[in-house]
């Protein structure tokens, strides 16, 4: 199982940022994904998730209007589009899968990819 996610950087206050996770081996279309992030010095909060079949989303209440998740089953890949960024958006975002074997639940994490917003 591989989740690797990209397209982090440094963005100015105001900016927006895509990031994208590819995911393999697992039946990605079954598996509910999420992004994460986990600012420094405190723990990991989830920011949005979506269903197997991309009809329900869900957002923080921190990100809500700015963010929006999205996937591709097709390319096993899910998307965040990050608008309207703030300071205090900076952290390390992680990529979750998470889904039932018939047997038992495996949940797999991406390695991160940073977000700095600064000016």
């Known amino acids: 199982v591989q989740l690797v996610e990209s397209g982090g950087g440094l963005v100015q206050p105001g900016g927006s940022l895509r990031l994208s996770c590819e995911a393999s081996?697992?039946?990605?279309?079954?598996?509910?994904m999420s992004w994460y992030r986990q600012a420094p010095g405190k723990g990991r909060d989830e920011v949005s998730d979506?269903?197997?079949?991309?009809?329900?989303?869900t957002h923080a209440d921190s990100v809500k209007g700015r963010f929006t998740i999205s996937r591709d089953n097709a390319r096993n890949t899910v998307s965040l589009q990050m608008n309207n960024l703030k300071l205090e958006d900076t952290a390390l975002y992680f990529c979750?899968?998470?889904?039932?074997?018939?047997?038992?639940?495996?949940?797999?994490w991406g390695q991160g990819t940073q977000v700095t917003v600064s000016s």
């Open positions: 979750r899968a998470d889904y039932y074997d018939g047997l038992w639940r495996r949940i797999y």
């Open positions: 081996g697992f039946p990605f279309s079954e598996a509910v």
């Open positions: 979506i269903t197997g079949d991309g009809v329900t989303t």
